[in-house]
Structures are given as structure tokens and as C-alpha cells.
């Protein structure tokens, strides 16, 4: 980071600390040429590449708008959207990556949705998940069938 006032390549750190909201953290910086204080604010860029190649910063409310279709007639609150969509982008941040295939977004979405409402979730799988034919849903079905009955050690006789 060049120094603003005399462009000297270096600069000291003095003071770092997060912003309000925590997605963000401003450093007082010195610089060891002219000895003048600037600020810098550092954001994690997280980046959402499409299909056609360009890309967008990542935005929850793009992702509740993409559920919120899915969710048409479902009891699912603007709370439940919003929780979700804050679930996703801390899964997605968790993973340390700069950059996300949109079609990635898509999937991360699965399990929170799955949580919220089945249907909801079988409606945005179908697209997601590419779902083209009868059997598709109907296996998805079955796997949610049978993750949702408890499985496996017979009780003891
Ligand atoms: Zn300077």
C-alpha cells in the first residue's frame, strides 16, 4: 500500500481494529517516509462467477431471491430466508476460497434448505441438482424418506 501523500511503497501498521459489523478491519497506517497517517479498510473479497464467465461480488439477497421462488406457497418466514442466506455465506467463507462457481452457491443452499422446508427444497434441487426426469425426484425423495426414519442398530431383544 503506497503512502497517499509522498507515494513511498511502505507503509507501518499503528492501529487495527473491525469495523461495527465485523466484515471488515480498518488499519491506521504510518508511513516511515513522510511520517503521515493514513486509514485502509481490508474487506475478504468473496466472488461469484457465472455460467457466461463474469462474475459479481457475492450478495445474500441475491440468494434469498433465488429461494424465495423455490419457497412460493410454503410456510417460510423473510426470517428464514434471511437466516439461511447468512448460513450460506459463512459455509461458503468457511471454506477460505476468493472465488465461487454460482452453480457451487446453488448446492451450498441444498442442506439449509432441506432443514427449512422439504418441498422447498425438492423444488430448488430439481434445478440445481438438474434434475430431468421422474426418477430423479423420486430417488430424491427416497434419500429424504430415508435420512428422516431412523436407520440402522436394531434395539437390543
Ligand atoms: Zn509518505
Known sequence: MNCPFCRHGDSRVVDSRSTDDGTAIRRRRQCPECGRR???VETASLT???R??????FSRSKIITGVRKACQ???VSEDDLAHLAQRVEETIRSTGCAEIDAHEVGLTILAPLRELDEVAYL???S???AFDN???FESAITLLRAE???TGVEPPT
Open 52 to 57: 457466461s464467465g463474469a462474475s459479481e461480488p
Open 73 to 75: 406457497g410454503r410456510p
Open 134 to 136: 421422474l426418477e430423479d
Open 48 to 50: 461469484v462467477v457465472k
Open 148 to 150: 428422516r426414519e431412523p
Open 127 to 129: 434445478v440445481y441438482q
Open 123 to 125: 423444488r430448488f434441487a
Open 38 to 40: 493514513f486509514s485502509t
